[in-house]
């Protein structure tokens, strides 16, 4: 109904009640107190409110050595789509993929035809991502490791992302990230032994003398963001000769 109409319907009502009442009465019922809108809101609010489903948990039997390692972007994309709910943007991966064929191709036939072409392959990547959804990846080098602290024996991890803050691939895939939803805990790398604490000193301060390697279970993403939400399960420091100097 417009505003107009309701207008009228209104009017309508007041002149028949004031017909058949006196005007004190007429009065009296205007005055009455009304149930708050705030309240009739919040009631609404409390039904429709949904409880929030749990983020999948890694299987801690799955061997670290089963984890796949990470190596680009278009693999964090496919990654991303096994994970989430939200639907495959073919278009979108298309011209990740096939640039060339796709994103400059002026005939759109041809381009109708490409993405034709390409959508059993998109989703074969993606179902085959959904088989396993265990990775590993290099998350930081010697120069994102902090001087060590001698009070609480560690050595801070700053690439370690969390908390909002995503990695990515430069690679032309960088609307595809991820995160991880437990990484703040992994940040401080404890080292209690001290010939280690001294070694791993004296490697940061030379550069790219080790990696930080991440070990993560990529089963949930980012509400609105091509983001992988990750659990974080193991850390590592590797040296260029591939020996695990610490891990946690």
Excluded: H, W
């Excluded at 009065?27 to 409390?46: D, I, L, N, Y």
């Excluded at 992994?186 to 990696?211: C, H, M, Q, V």
């Amino acid at each position: 109904m417009n505003k107009k109409l309701m207008c009228v319907a209104i009017a309508a009502v007041m002149l028949a009640a004031c017909s058949k009442k006196q005007e004190s009465s007429a009065t009296s019922a205007a005055a009455a107190p009304q149930p708050p809108a705030q309240s009739a809101s919040a009631a609404g609010s409390e039904q429709k409110a949904m409880p929030v489903a749990a983020a999948p948990k890694a299987d801690k039997s799955v061997p670290f050595s089963d984890y796949k390692k990470l190596t680009d972007g278009k693999q964090l994309m496919f990654a991303y789509y096994a994970a989430s709910t939200a639907p495959v943007e073919y278009e979108k991966v298309a011209a990740i993929l096939e640039p060339q064929k796709y994103v400059y191709e002026q005939d759109e036939f041809k381009r109708r035809d490409v993405l034709a072409a390409l959508k059993p392959q998109i989703d074969a990547a993606v179902e085959k991502a959904k088989q396993s959804k265990y990775y590993k990846i290099a998350v930081g080098s010697s120069s994102d490791l902090d001087k060590y602290d001698f009070e609480s024996k560690s050595f801070l991890c700053k690439s370690v992302p969390f908390d909002g803050a995503t990695q990515f691939f430069t690679d032309g895939t960088n609307e595809y990230r991820f995160t991880f939803a437990n990484g703040e805990a992994f940040r401080k790398f404890k080292i209690d032994n001290e010939e280690l604490a001294r070694k791993l000193e004296s490697l940061r301060t030379k550069y790219n003398s080790f990696d930080v390697v991440a070990y993560f279970f990529a089963g949930d993403t980012k509400i609105g963001e091509k983001t992988i939400s990750g659990e974080l399960m193991k850390l590592q420091i590797v040296d260029k000769q591939g020996n695990v100097l610490a891990e946690q």
